[in-house]
């Protein structure tokens, strides 16, 4: 087993704790040491049995470990992502695919540092960034192509032949139509639907969603 440690110890930490978990009910794949947290408050908790081991500067005491950043923001996650590897240059990402997501593997570009959780439905053909979270009872169509850094809250869906540039966050429940481009940086409230192409840097919200700033 590798040893697996978990940035971020809020609610998307102890899921991500619990998919590693659900994993190893599988197969026996990682050793979970605990949680990396900045805020010193944290330090010395224990989370669902896992401790606050510190904050991202004592990731240069498990060199050998893998590591995932489990926190929900795409901007945020791109940022601790950035941090640690400035200060560990050589780190190792762990990909944490939950046993009920069905993918075809095959057919299927999977970024290090991912997080895709159950229930999941992933078809042929797809590119997915690296450090991308895929919630519960997402699908993605034929042919996407999900950015780096990619936010797919609960029940979201991406359709065949969508582009999502980098760091997009979808709420829960938010749909994109075929064909559809998403800008970078770009979010889409909860349960909005995109029938039309997205520029960078904003947020649409509606149905069919519409830039509000």
Request: hydrophobic share 35%; charged share 20%.
């Amino acid at each position: 087993m590798n040893d697996l440690i978990i940035i971020g110890c809020g609610g998307l930490g102890r899921e991500t704790a619990w998919t590693a978990e659900r994993i190893n009910s599988v197969k026996q794949s990682w050793n979970i040491l605990g949680f990396i947290d900045d805020n010193p408050e944290m330090k010395g908790k224990t989370f669902d049995g896992y401790p606050v081991i510190g904050g991202c500067e004592t990731a240069t005491e498990h060199r050998n470990a893998y590591f995932i950043c489990a926190v929900g923001r795409a901007a945020v996650r791109k940022i601790i992502v950035e941090k640690l590897k400035k200060i560990l240059p050589e780190i190792k990402f762990a990909t944490l695919i939950d046993p009920s997501a069905v993918i075809c593997a095959e057919r299927t570009r999977v970024g290090e540092g991912s997080i895709i959780c159950g229930g999941t439905y992933i078809t042929l053909d797809i590119v997915i960034g690296e450090h991308t979270y895929i919630g519960g009872n997402c699908t993605v169509g034929h042919d996407a192509r999900l950015g780096e850094f990619t936010t797919l809250y609960p029940a979201s869906s991406v359709s065949g032949n969508a582009q999502l540039g980098n760091c997009c966050e979808l709420g829960t429940g938010a749909r994109i139509i075929q064909g559809i481009t998403v800008g970078e940086n770009t979010i889409i409230g909860a349960g909005a639907t995109v029938i039309r192409n997205l520029p960078e840097n904003c947020t649409a919200v509606g149905t069919p969603a519409k830039p509000i700033k």
